[in-house]
């Protein structure tokens, strides 16, 4: 995918198609012949890049849960050695707000548990 400087973070979010998006949600064995309302991206809406020691987190809905407060927490329970993380909401943010490397794996993380690497390879 192709995304300018000034693009937001959501609209790379937005345009990454996933077949865990498309899921059936909800309970339809007492009406299985009627069409389902909802895909799994419209009931869950929450998801986060990591770039960079930062997660960031989609925001803009009120049912968007910060997915990355779990890992987080995990990593400084113990002091696994990661460092402090930050949080930011990726709404917030376009990629020429980012500090990224080239060639270097990064994270989309949505679903709740569908992970997808993002690797940056061309800056112009």
């Not at 930062?54 to 849960?65: A, G, I």
Request: aromatic letters at 14%.
């Amino acid at each position: 995918m192709l995304v300018l400087g000034r693009q937001k973070l959501t609209e790379l979010r937005d345009a990454i198609c996933c077949v865990s998006d498309l899921q059936i949600g909800g309970e339809f064995s007492n009406t299985p012949d009627q069409a389902p309302e909802h895909i799994s991206k419209d009931l869950y809406k929450s998801a986060f890049f990591y770039f960079e020691g930062t997660f960031y987190n989609d925001k803009r809905y009120p049912e968007c849960r910060d997915l990355s407060r779990t890992i987080i927490e995990w990593s400084e329970s113990h002091d696994r050695g990661y460092g402090k993380f930050q949080t930011a909401r990726m709404e917030d943010f376009t990629f020429n707000d980012l500090n990224i490397k080239l060639g270097f794996p990064y994270l989309y993380c949505h679903q709740g548990d569908c992970e997808h690497v993002v690797v940056i390879t061309d800056i112009r």
